[in-house]
């Protein structure tokens, strides 16, 4: 036994150990990371889980007030079943009294609405100078201060009336 505590059997004995506490140090510094690396994707989880439950109460309280209005709406009834359309299509040559006959009965009122689609004036001095070029299509005389058909009207939309 005297030979094996010669300091060579010594720096033998110690490097083995060395070497033996360098593997179980690395062994357990891979663990530390791993669990460090684990950490922090739960930190980003939980932060995940906040934003969506803070999400889900925000739209918890929209869909609240969504339905207290829905709720006052049908007390006041402004329910769509509440209310009728007639729809309003007209294309026809005018005189500028009926025109603007038409389009002062189309304001607002409590029991009804005009919900406006399209308007379109155009002269009727138009056509006619566009039909005295066609072929075989004689002219139409144009009379001065005319008043039957000074503009042909086209005027789309619809009527929203409420039931009592």
């Given at each position: 036994m005297d030979r094996f505590f010669k300091p060579h059997g010594i720096a033998l004995v110690l490097a083995v150990a060395f070497v033996v506490a360098a593997h179980f140090a690395l062994?357990?510094?891979g663990r530390y990371a791993n669990?460090?690396?684990e950490v922090a994707r739960m930190q980003a989880r939980v932060q995940q889980l906040q934003r969506q439950k803070t999400e889900l109460e925000r739209k918890k309280r929209t869909l609240m007030n969504v339905d207290r209005f829905m709720t006052e709406v049908r007390a006041l009834g402004l329910d769509k079943k509440d209310w009728t359309f007639y729809n309003v299509n007209i294309e026809?040559?005018?005189?500028?009294?009926?025109i603007q006959q038409?389009?002062?009965q189309t304001t607002h009122a409590n029991g009804y609405y005009f919900k406006p689609?399209?308007?379109n004036l155009r002269s009727t001095l138009e056509t006619d100078t566009e039909s005295e070029g066609a072929p075989g299509s004689e002219p139409v005389p144009v009379t001065e201060g005319r008043e039957q058909g000074d503009l042909l009207f086209k005027l789309r939309g619809a009527f929203i009336v409420r039931h009592n």
């Open positions: 062994l357990a510094y669990q460090r690396a026809e040559p005018a005189t500028f009294y009926e038409i389009l002062g689609l399209g308007l």
